[in-house]
């Protein structure tokens, strides 16, 4: 890794691997279909955001103000540039700096995600750094003034990668009672107080050079909530969500094999529904409505999960970050310095097009981010260098290009 | 233009220049910056399309059904390919084909509205070839079993240009009553029918190769609703839209100066207020929120506009369409064959990408038409050919990128 580095801009607020209201439970979330297809799920509970317009400057405006027309506003801190990545961005009464460091908070939930986000940050990077030979990776490091932070990573024009990020985030926020209510199913309260949550993630987007060689995407978040001051005796909640797949342009089915298989012995080891369940989920969700195809080739995703004991979920968002390596970097190893034509580059481009338009169109926590005022340029640096539309393109038939274009649109079962 | 062919996937919907419940007048639709930045609008009649998944087959289902989860659902007709441009895609009782051909009706605004954008299609579409050299436009036309149809026409990869799309369409459609109730903001009706209502529309988008020649986007639309059968009395009620405007990747005063002229001219034939309001309209429409910038350079926009004399309006939307080629081809000439740089092409390409952001997460006509299941093809040819997105992307101050991107965010008024 580079030395740290403050930069003009150095505030960023990850990639955005949650929305708020996709982390809430629901009769439904054990329903994968259901809830991965509720891809305006975001806008369900107000959040219809209309930032203000800088219409003077060029910078943003400390304070972002977001009204709802319907039900609720939020406020969200403008992020402070740091110049040295934090021991921790929980608050003190969390096991954050200056806290006591052996308090039984450090061993919490919340500080020991945020440990294992953090070291799987360093761990993938070094690992990317060491394969690509020449990119380095960019650091951005940032808090917010009432707690919570995040430092993005980002290399671009590498040899092997035209663009890799890998950002995490911790967020305290509040969100509307109307949101809490909702997830509680509770009847109307007349007069309810905002619910203070806890969120932190890990994000990443790797898109290769190499037309052989697939974008990988994996993600893992926690969310708390606190238990609400005006109702006492309601409960402190919590959900795991995440996942990984990849998005080959040419399917090399040993490829797609060990990857899937990663994923599944992973599964396994926690519970034998997780695989078949999860790799669904994730077909159901990188689903790209308008163009009836998937994005990719798949993996496991789920959400909204905390119908398991929750030692045993993190350890599973554990294992599951920690096979982001051993499931991908083979693959790269493989197929990074395989000759290619105009032709192999020209049909990765228009995937290219085709994630671009899953990420700006569906992407829960794309669009959430866009609507929230999020750092823009640290939720969009999930699309590609370069992409590509051509008219009405359509592969032959039997062509290794429509071979990956039936496998999206008809999901396969690889093991 | 290319004799007609029929092609393997001929059917086409168009460019989608209108979406449903944005073409409601409503208290607002003389001000332009509540209605324009209402960018979620076609959803909020719960218009919030699933279209069924058609997993088992590279096609797409000849019924595309829609269901809201509120309130309504909408059947789209499947598109059937047709061989021969027909004289007219109005219905027979409109004055269509077989009609009475002095009938009175071939004189209606309908039947005006159709001719005048088929010819608009027609002149532009031979200006671009003209320009270009080489290209020609490939032309797909199709129809739907209960009347209406259109003509999509895509130049791609010419000497000039390397995405041109020029779309013509006539729907006649079927609107929820709830869409037409909160239309006319009648009161609660218990038993209200669903309301027939007729659109045409001309949309076009043209990306040429050379960085300092600008994108140009157009659309003119007509929209009418027949009087409900079940509310004697209730009137017929109608609206035009549409506009012009240019993105260019380059400030050329000169190019700006004539460019936003033309528009001036055409509305000052017809009301000295138009300009002044539809330039404005469009500055706020073509905002891309996430980033505080315009898309480009602006020109007019302005929707939902039934507060004049019907006859005038079709007049001034005739004009506007007349004024494409005298706007934009003498920049065109001027531009086209100027030497640029990598640097220069790669500016060009981050603004593609903006133009990308745009129209997937903004733009009415494209996410209306992604949700209701029309033809992708015909919808997305508005994306360019090809575009970039890098990190954190800065233009050095004062360089002519920076310029640029200044007057995206801070427009300017250049007459």
Request: charged share 25%.
């Amino acid at each position: 890794m580079p030395p740290l580095a403050t930069l003009p801009c150095a505030s960023s607020s990850s990639l955005y691997p949650y929305s708020i209201t996709s982390s809430f439970p629901s009769s439904s979330s054990s329903s994968s279909s259901n809830r991965a297809t509720a891809s305006t799920a975001s806008l369900a509970f107000g959040f219809r955001a209309k930032p203000t317009i800088p219409t003077k400057t060029l910078g943003r405006p400390g304070i972002m103000t977001l009204n709802s027309p319907i039900r609720c506003a939020v406020s969200i801190e403008k992020e402070t540039p740091e110049t040295e990545r934090p021991e921790t961005f929980l608050r003190e009464v969390d096991g954050g700096r200056n806290g006591a460091a052996s308090s039984p908070s450090e061993s919490s939930v919340r500080a020991r995600f945020e440990r294992m986000i953090r070291e799987a940050q360093d761990r993938v990077c070094e690992a990317i750094e060491a394969v690509d030979g020449g990119g380095k990776f960019k650091e951005d490091v940032w808090s917010r003034p009432g707690g919570g932070g995040g430092i993005s990573r980002v290399l671009q024009d590498g040899a092997v990668w035209e663009k890799a990020g890998v950002n995490v985030s911790v967020v305290y926020g509040v969100m509307p009672p109307e949101a809490y209510r909702a997830a509680k199913g509770a009847a109307f309260d007349p007069k309810p107080g905002p619910v203070p949550f806890f969120a932190a993630g890990i994000s990443s987007v790797l898109h290769p050079q190499n037309p052989f060689a697939p974008t990988l995407h994996f993600n893992y978040r926690y969310f708390e909530t606190d238990a609400p001051k005006d109702a006492p005796g309601a409960p402190r909640q919590w959900w795991f969500g995440g996942g990984t797949d990849f998005t080959p342009s040419y399917i090399f089915e040993e490829d797609v094999k060990h990857f899937h298989s990663v994923q599944k012995n992973a599964c396994d080891k926690f519970d034998p529904s997780f695989y078949p369940r999860f790799k669904k989920w994730c077909d159901d969700y990188f689903y790209i409505k308008h163009r009836g195809e998937r994005r990719g080739l798949g993996g496991i995703f789920f959400d909204d999960l905390n119908d398991y004991d929750q030692e045993m979920l993190l350890a599973f968002a554990t294992e599951c970050a920690n096979c982001v390596i051993p499931a991908y970097i083979p693959i790269i190893e493989k197929r990074k310095d395989m000759p290619f034509t105009e032709k192999h580059k020209a049909w990765q481009q228009l995937r290219r097009g085709r994630y671009v338009e899953f990420n700006l169109v569906y992407d829960r926590g794309t669009t959430f981010g866009l609507k929230t005022g999020g750092r823009i340029e640290s939720i969009l640096v999930s699309l590609p260098l370069t992409a590509r539309w051509e008219y009405d393109h359509k592969p032959e038939e039997g062509s290794e290009e429509w071979k990956l274009l039936d496998a999206c649109i008809n999901p396969k079962e690889w093991l």
